[in-house]
């Protein structure tokens, strides 16, 4: 999914400097004409004469209190809303797929609570390829160049709602797994939204499901299920073996 680097937490792919200069500044440009509180982890874009916090050291997961903080903070200072470019290597965090999803899930309901605008930025030379395109799976919008994921875009709703879209099948039913369980483990209930979700097969099903029955105390609702996910779901008996999960229009 394109989107204009307007959006709460946005995802992007670089190959080069000039990649991430070019493709980083609009998104400071409009933070300074509305505002914003600039905040760059690395350097900030060339020839921006804007006025930004840097932030060179690593915090690593800490990113999200201290972006809670400077959330929290920021309508007193005089700032509108706060802006993020975050160079991801500059922020210390450890490049395994998992961990990195876990980090991007949590890191997109803290700014989707917050109203925070973050672009993360993922260089090919600091992250290979399949760990990428996982972590992108964790964001609602890709900008500019970037067509890296898995396949599906997992990304918060409101309260205790995630919204689903793609594809789901054997090929990322892992990766949706990971997501539902980290998912999981934040909240005791769970609203899965369906938006343009293209196909599903019988190991996206099962994942759902082995997820509920693994997570104790856990209850969920589908929400706007496909035609295909109702007929996996009733084949494969759920609807009689898993009561937990609660499918609706």
């Not at 934040?186 to 997820?211: K, P």
């Not at 295909?228 to 009561?243: A, I, N, V």
Request: net charge negative; with cysteine.
């Amino acid at each position: 999914m394109n989107c204009p680097p307007t959006a709460g937490h946005i995802g992007l792919v670089v190959e080069s400097d000039d990649e991430y200069q070019r493709l980083a500044r609009p998104l400071l440009d409009e933070g300074a004409r509305f505002g914003d509180k600039l905040i760059v982890f690395g350097l900030a874009p060339a020839e921006f004469t804007g006025y930004v916090v840097r932030h060179d050291v690593p915090l690593g997961t800490e990113v999200l209190t201290w972006l809670r903080t400077e959330a929290e903070t920021a309508g007193g200072q005089g700032y509108r809303g706060v802006r993020v470019v975050a160079d991801m290597q500059q922020l210390g965090l450890q490049p395994d797929a998992s961990g990195l999803l876990a980090f991007e899930l949590a890191l997109d309901r803290t700014v989707t609570e917050l109203g925070v605008t973050m672009l993360c930025a993922y260089r090919s030379g600091s992250f290979d390829r399949d760990t990428v395109a996982v972590a992108m799976s964790a964001h609602p919008c890709g900008y500019g160049l970037n067509s890296e994921d898995v396949g599906f875009r997992m990304w918060s709703g409101d309260d205790d709602c995630w919204n689903v879209s793609g594809a789901l099948d054997l090929v990322n039913a892992g990766t949706f797994r990971t997501a539902l369980t980290k998912a999981a483990h934040d909240s005791t209930r769970l609203r899965l939204t369906f938006v343009e979700l293209r196909f599903v097969d019988l190991a996206g099903v099962q994942a759902l499901a082995d997820v509920t029955e693994n997570t104790p105390g856990l209850s969920m609702t589908v929400t706007t299920p496909s035609n295909s996910f109702r007929r996996c779901w009733r084949m494969l008996g759920y609807d009689e073996t898993c009561p937990r999960v609660e499918i609706v229009s």
